[in-house]
């Protein structure tokens, strides 16, 4: 099949195969950022499982404040709004949850494999190949929300200047384009098993599925959490999903945050 150019979202909405998410499902040719607008979406009412896709963002948001490159028609931006009825403390799960199900979906596609670099970088090659931005909003009725925004690079053919020593795509590393559809159908698939998972099971079940999908455990890492810098070799998760670390003095910490390195 070859690459559509604009995405479909009636063929999107028909072909889902989830049960928690994507009740309703909109795609926009431009948005300033699907995060933003999930965001708004439900404060002005929208419930659990609103899926928002679009084909290009202006302001695409990473985490730490940075941007997220979103280039027109070749990437995967969206944003799924989860409304779980949790306590706040077990809601890390989700971008835990939200990495397993992209790299499951992506490594149907990809050969080489991606894998996941804590908490939920996806990397191909070395390079990223994706990212997960989670953000709580509450809306007026008090209820929490969680927006799990996803970017994935899938058809580029290459990168700003800025960004080619660090980012990769599906297609540079494959030599061809690949279905973006069918690529988020699989990923909103995944995501809704392993939403459903977790609120049976919660952390520990992904835990152990994240785990499978890292290179991390054993290397040498550098972790920066504010104002703190941290070498030593990651271990291991949590059973809260916290990284936990040994440091050269042989001492065992375990972080919830942070930006992690890969030196070996
Ligand atoms: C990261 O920094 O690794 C997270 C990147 C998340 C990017 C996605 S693209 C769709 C959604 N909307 C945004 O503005 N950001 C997320």
Redesign the pocket.
Known sequence: MSEPSMLDAAMLQSNLDSILIGEKLLVFQET?????LAKTYFQEGAVQGLILI?DR?T??????G?S?H?ESEV?????ILLVPDLPVETLSGLPLLAGVAVVTAVNEFSHPNASLKWP??ILLNGK?L????CETVRNPQGQTGVVV???INVNHNSFPEELRSIATSIHLEMGHPIDRQALILSLLHHLDREYQDFLIKGIAGITAKWSQHTKMFGSSITLIKGKTRIHGTALQLDEKGNLVIRTPEGNTMAFDSGEVTMES
Do not use: H, P
């Open positions: 300033a950022s699907t995060n933003d679009a963002q302001d695409g948001k990473g985490r730490f940075r997220w979103s990437g995967i931006y969206t944003s939920n970088d990223k994706g990212g997960v931005l925004g996803i970017g």
